[in-house]
C-alpha cells in the first residue's frame, strides 16, 4: 500500500545526483536479450529454463516499471513484455529516465557498447551529465599509442579527466584487492608493459593496474572503485574492500569511492568512518535486491557516516534499471528512516536532513558540482 507521511512525501520529490551510471540501451533487444539484461552475475545467456522475470529485480520491474507504460502493478511477464514492445528504446529511456527524477548523471564510459553516450543521455533523460573516466580504458589507449607507455597514459589521462568529475577503477574484476597496490617503479611498468604487448588482450598485469591507480591518486580527482557483487569474471572473495586497507592508508585526500558494495556493506561502511577520504553507496545492488532493498539499505546506516554515503543506480541497459534504481532507493530510505521515527530514536527533521545528504549534497560535495 502507498505509504502516506511528510517524510514519505519529501523523498518523492528530491531531485537524485545518480553519482555511478552507465548509458541505457539504443536498440529494441529480443525478449531473452531483455531477460539477459535483468541478470548481472551471469556472464552467459540464461538456460532455457530461466526467466530473468523470476528474481527480484524481475519482480520489481512488473511492481514498479508496469504502471509507467499504462498496465497494472504486478503485470505477467508476458504482458509487460507485450507492452514493453509496443515503444522503441529512445521512447523507454525518455518514460523510465524523467521518471527517475534525478537532475545530475555522471556517467561511466568505460563500458558503452550499444548504449547512449553522456551526450545522448542528457538528451533522453533532460538532466546534467559528468563523465567518469576508467582508468583501465586509458591503459588500452596508452598501450596502443606505442612508445613512452607511462607518459602516454599520464598525457591520456590528463586530456580525459579535463571535462570529467572522476576516475574509476575495475580492479576487482582484473584479479582483485587481494596483495600489493603499492606503486611500481619504472622499470617494473616497462617490463610490464613489455609482457602486455608480447600477450595482448585485456588489461591483467597487477603492476599496470597498480600504476594507474597512483596515477589516479596524483590527478586528485574522485577514484571509484567496484567493490563486491559484479558479474562472474570478478571473484567476489577478493572484492573485500578491506583488502585496500594499505591502498587507502597511502590516498592522502583524493576521494575514495566504494561502488555497490554487496555483500561487504558493513565493511564498505567501516571503512567509510575510519578513513575521512573513503565513500559508498548502494549502486546496482539495490536493483538487483529489490523488495530486499529496505533491509541493505538499512544495513548501510549501520557504521558509515551520513555525510560519506551517496546515491547511484549503476543503471546499464534497459531503462528500467535507471529509474529502478532511483524508486527502489526512494521506497528502502523511506521506509528506513519512517522507522527511525516512528520508534523515536530520530526526529523528522534529522531524517530530511540525512535525505538530502545521500541523495545528492553528498555527491555535490565530493564531485564539487556546484
Known sequence: MPVSS????YVEQVRLIDHHVHGCWLQTPDRRRFENGLNEANTEPLADFDSGFDTQLGFAVRTHCAPLLGLAPH???DEYW???AEYDEAELAGVFLSAAGVAHWLVDTGFADGVADPAQLQRLSGGSVGEIVRL???AEEAVAAGGDYAGEFERILAERATGAVATKSILAYRGGFAGDLSEPSAAEVAEAVARWRERGGRL???VLLRFGLHAALRLGKPL???VGFGDRDADLR????LYLREFLLASGDTPILLLHC????REAGYLAQAFNNVYLDGGLSINYLGARARSFVGRLLELAPFRKILYSSDGFGPAELHYLGARLWRNAIRDVLQGFVDAGEWSARDAVRVIDLIAYENAARVYELG
Open 262 to 265: 554487496y555483500p561487504y556493506e
Open 75 to 77: 503485470a505477467d511477464p
Open 238 to 241: 577478493t572484492a573485500n574492500p
Open 136 to 138: 583501465e580504458s586509458v
Open 6 to 9: 511528510a517524510l514519505a512525501e
Open 204 to 206: 591483467t598485469d597487477r
Open 224 to 226: 571509484q572503485f567496484h
Open 82 to 84: 507485450a507492452r514493453r
